[in-house]
């Protein structure tokens, strides 16, 4: 009897486990679903109490702080949330989450045409929030954007999609019909959609409201754990004020050692008292001394603040009241970047951009474009749960750590997000390194000054042909140049200044040939016009005989160094060596000899250009000067058709433009060198009518450039210097023997 009991009670506990295995209890294997799916739980409902919807721990998932609040949450969270709303905002999020590029990108587009992008034309009635319009703006101005969409290998919409709150006044409503309708939609493929914002009150989801299909997504805020490696881009959240183009500069004016400020750790920001999100801000009391680490928060926000006030929330708002945001911002070492309803936060691009190290505090955010971006260069990765430690960790740091760190907020913020261009650029460099990849960045171009932006991989995949990182590499340029000298007047005499410049450049000890430029109507002249000399002298002609064919890229290029010469200069054999000796130490620089200047007209309140001889420059004309070849690349791959026309329409401004693009990628002025002071002004007096330098417009012309070329560039990119580089004992009341370049003293 008592065994026949023990059986029953046996079987009955066994149907029982059956039951809960089929009902939804334990989950068993499922070795196909990916590291992300099992992340979200999505193998089965939950027990013991869990909030519906949402997966158990796993090693590799942040764990949730606690909090005193977090039943109430609970509540309010699941009232209005039912769990077959929650499935659906995932099968729509989640639809395409197994894409990537070799599962959901046609890369036949790209081979045609290269990575050209289309934007769909706006369509009646539809409105455009000013933020996408200049994210639309930075496409269509980029070297990347095409008006025909056959040429494509990308698509933007003109949709508005930014702003996916149902809440906001900017959310576009049908939006699903209104994609689906797109006639070269396709599921999305090959489409990229960009968003700041999405979800709405009170759990804020990474739902867009429409399916996206297999289209890649530009999302700021999103989460690791939704985030498609290697296919969706993560970008910043900007506010609508983001400038379209250039931007301010970085607020890191010099460099203090040590590199402490007033304030260790700084935050200033809303407390949110219900809802996700709270947590972590609610928490920033605790850690708050009100000396060198001020962590300031505020209930004072939104319509139903009051009604919600808690016992801390009159003292915080007292506290928050006395401090000026901006004060701290420049004058703290550390500034905390905890997220907010959402995971991503303005605070982040202000931190950057003051120069004050970022301490991030938003578990299971993908940073932005943490695809190229080491940002353990250039902030604090903190953990939400372990916020008391924070201010031991951030002390604990070197000061030699910190002027690294803070040096690299800098060069991170005006490489890639000092203006919404930057950030569109980047987004579509990212990409077009995915689709290329056989030419694609490496990490030190990303992560190394001038950046990916200015670093064109097309042109080199081998760091030592760029001229930025020979000091990096341990390696110098090569050591002799290639003149290049463009002609546009017929030779008719054997006395013009053109052949005793050729001369006087064949007989350096570092040329290593001679490329003359033939920008004239005239025919070539015969061979033996030239006169003979040491060195190769090659005659090109230039294509369509246009003003910007002088910095093409031509393959007879075959030094690092690139000498450029008018060809009415007037310049000896030592005025080019050691134009040149100091060009070797200064490779990513213009160096030379004729140096103009900008300023800004306050009357008329736009850009002025003078040619005043002074103690202060900005250019060094291209009709002397020598430049890495790399500049050449740039000048034709980079700038838009647009400036380079009115260069070639104008024939003019070509070298105000080349000093516009080297000092935006330096942000160093150019390098003017010792020289004689008849250098223009008295071969203006010798040229021709037909010069364009005797042409009454051309200095009324170069005023208009000068302010066209720093609207393209979102601001005045040139740098004003007062140094000039002359001889070892130039000018020295001692013997000329002991002088290397004697020579120059005498012209």
């Known amino acids: ?11 009955l506990t066994g149907a029982s486990l059956v039951l809960l295995l089929y009902f939804g209890g334990a989950p068993g294997p499922a070795p196909a679903t990916s590291r992300h799916e099992r992340a979200r739980g999505g193998g089965g409902g939950g027990g013991g109490g869990r909030r519906s919807g949402q997966p158990w721990p796993h090693a590799s998932e942040p764990f949730q702080p606690f909090s005193p609040g977090d039943e109430t949450d609970t509540e309010e969270y699941n009232a209005h949330v039912s769990p077959r709303q929650k499935r659906e905002v995932h099968a729509s999020v989640y639809r395409g989450k197994r894409c990537r590029m070799d599962s959901c990108f046609d890369f036949s587009l790209c081979r045609r045409n290269g990575f050209k992008v289309y934007v769909y034309p706006q369509q009646k009635g539809e409105k455009i929030s000013e933020s996408y319009q200049s994210i639309l703006a930075a496409i269509e101005g980029s070297r990347f954007y095409t008006s025909d969409p056959s040429q494509a290998c990308l698509f933007v919409l003109s949709l508005d999609t930014l702003d996916r709150d149902q809440l906001s006044p900017h959310y576009v409503h049908n939006l699903k019909s209104k994609v689906q309708s797109l006639p070269l939609w396709n599921d999305g493929r090959n489409h990229l959609v960009f968003n700041l914002y999405s979800g709405t009150w009170p759990d804020y989801t990474e739902d867009l409201g429409f399916d996206i299909g297999q289209a890649m997504l530009a999302k700021a805020s999103v989460s690791t754990e939704n985030f498609r490696p290697g296919f969706d881009v993560s970008i910043p959240l900007f506010p609508k004020e983001h400038p379209r183009s250039g931007g301010e500069r970085g607020h890191l004016r010099a460099n203090s050692i040590p590199p402490f400020r007033k304030y260790m750790l700084v935050f200033k920001g809303k407390r949110y008292l219900t809802g996700i999100g709270s947590d972590t801000r609610n928490a920033l009391y605790h850690v708050h001394n009100a000396e060198d680490v001020v962590l300031l928060t505020t209930c004072k926000h939104g319509k139903d603040w009051q009604k919600h006030k808690d016992a801390r929330c009159d003292k915080d708002n007292a506290e928050y009241d006395k401090y000026d945001y901006r004060e701290m911002l420049h004058n703290s070492t550390f500034c905390l970047v905890p997220r907010g309803r959402r995971l991503g936060s303005f605070r982040f691009l202000e931190a950057l951009q003051a120069a004050c190290v970022p301490v991030m505090l938003s578990n299971g955010w993908e940073l932005p ?22 201010p031991s960790t951030v002390r604990s740091i070197h000061q030699d750590k910190i002027l690294a760190l803070r040096q690299q907020t800098q060069f991170l913020w005006e490489a890639y997000f000092s203006s919404v261009e930057k950030i569109v650029l980047t987004t579509l460099e990212i990409i077009q390194d995915r689709v290329l990849q056989h ?6 171009m990303w992560n190394s000054h001038p950046g ?12 030592g042909d760029f001229p930025f990182y020979y000091a990096g590499l341990g390696i110098k340029p090569y050591p002799k140049f290639t003149a290049v000298i463009h002609a546009v007047t017929p ?17 350096s000890q570092y040329c290593a040939q001679i490329i003359v430029l033939w920008n004239c109507d005239k025919p070539l002249p015969a061979k033996h016009r030239w006169p003979a000399t040491s060195v190769p ?10 003003m910007s064919s002088r910095f093409q890229p031509y393959e007879s290029i075959i030094t690092d160094a690139v000498l450029s010469l008018d060809e009415d200069t007037v310049l000896s054999t030592t005025e080019v060596d050691f134009a040149f000796t100091v060009w070797q130490s200064f490779p990513e620089r213009i160096v030379g000899y004729p ?28 009709g002397a000067a020598i430049y890495h070849r790399y500049y050449h690349y740039l000048y034709t791959h980079f700038l838009p058709s647009s400036l380079k026309n009115m260069v070639d329409q104008l024939t003019n401004c070509e070298d105000i433009l080349m000093n516009f693009l080297v000092s935006a990628v330096t942000k160093l002025p150019p390098i003017k060198v010792t020289q004689k002071k008849q250098y223009k002004e008295t071969m203006m007096g010798q040229s021709s009518r037909a010069s364009r330098w005797a042409d009454p417009d051309h200095f009324a012309q170069r005023q208009t450039c000068m302010n066209k070329f720093a609207s393209w560039f979102g601001g005045m990119p040139l740098v004003h210097s007062q140094m000039r580089l002359d001889p070892v004992l130039f000018k020295d009341q001692v013997s000329i023997l002991r002088k290397k370049y004697r020579e120059i003293e005498r012209l």
Do not use: C
């Open 1 to 11: 009897m008592q065994a026949k009991k023990r059986y029953l009670i046996s079987l």
């Open 369 to 390: 474009f943490s695809e190229v971006i080491d940002w353990n260069t250039g902030a604090v990765i903190g953990d939400e749960r372990l916020l008391l430690q924070i």
């Open 537 to 546: 002298v090659i005659v090109i002609e230039g294509e369509n005989k246009v």
């Open 595 to 622: 140096a103009r200047s900008h300023f800004w007209d306050s009357n008329k309140e736009r850009w002025g250009y003078t040619s005043k001889w002074t103690n202060d420059y900005s250019m060094v004309l291209t």
């Open 439 to 444: 030419t694609a960045r490496s990490s030190l």
């Open 452 to 463: 990916g932006l200015f670093t064109l991989p097309q042109y080199s995949s081998y760091l």
């Open 491 to 507: 030779l008719v005499s054997q006395s013009q200044p053109i052949l005793k410049l050729l001369v006087a450049v064949a007989k």
